[in-house]
């Protein structure tokens, strides 16, 4: 049986209306010339423009592949945890979420995971495939946590910094591996972590 690899990446660099900029495309751009090499099956993409755009660019390295929205990309919050789970820091990041924005997101999550981390059925003899899905760094961090087995909240930990990579590995009776988190290895150090507060970085 065959191997699912997920190539996760955030979206390039946007404006503050949600559009990809000049230096979100060249972010993408260069994501694509690192997975040039990878027998890219399909690219799925946020329906948001930003992730479209993003998928667009970085599908210009590829050799041609269907690119496509996948509605489950959406941009969400993934899980609200109980008042005495959350950080205080976050307290004020959930003001004005009801009930039912609450389990809208989780419903995208769940849809999200039945979806995208799932390994091959076991008895298919499909070889590996291999995905690159462009969305958002919540959504990578609910995928993260969820390979690691880790607590529901924990994905308020986890963030990407645009066009960065995360590869999770999905194989049948195994756990989910996670090859590597927020890798923007392929981005020169003038385009490293945007998506991040502004602060001194490596």
């Known amino acids: 049986m065959g191997t699912r690899h997920l190539y996760l990446a955030r979206h390039g660099a946007a404006d503050t209306f949600g559009e990809l900029t000049d ?3 060249r972010q993408a751009r260069l994501l694509g010339e690192r997975l040039a090499t990878v027998p890219v099956d399909a690219v799925w993409h946020s329906p948001l423009s930003r992730a479209a755009g993003s998928a667009a660019e970085l599908a210009r390295a590829l050799p041609p592949v269907a690119v496509a929205a996948a509605t489950e990309l959406i941009d969400h919050v993934p899980y609200v945890p109980p008042p005495a789970d959350i950080p205080a820091p976050w307290v004020g990041f959930f003001d004005g979420y009801d009930a039912t924005e609450a389990a809208d997101g989780h419903r995208r999550a769940e849809a999200l ?3 995208f981390a799932t390994a091959l059925h076991p008895s298919s003899d ?3 495939t291999h995905e ?3 969305t ?3 959504p990578i961090a609910w995928l993260v946590c969820h390979a690691l087995d880790a607590p ?3 994905w308020l930990g986890l963030d ?8 999770i590995e ?3 009776g195994l756990p989910p591996t996670v090859v590597t988190f927020n890798d923007t290895g392929h981005l020169p150090a003038d385009l490293r972590w945007t998506g991040f507060p502004a602060v001194v970085r490596p």
Request: aromatic residues 6%; proline residues 3%; glycine residues 4%.
């Open 23 to 25: 230096l979100g495309r």
């Open 113 to 115: 995971l039945t979806r």
């Open 126 to 128: 499909q070889a590996d």
């Open 132 to 134: 690159v899905l462009v």
């Open 136 to 138: 958002h760094a919540y």
């Open 152 to 154: 529901p909240s924990r």
């Open 160 to 167: 990407s910094a645009n066009a960065a990579l995360t590869i």
């Open 170 to 172: 999905y194989r049948t």
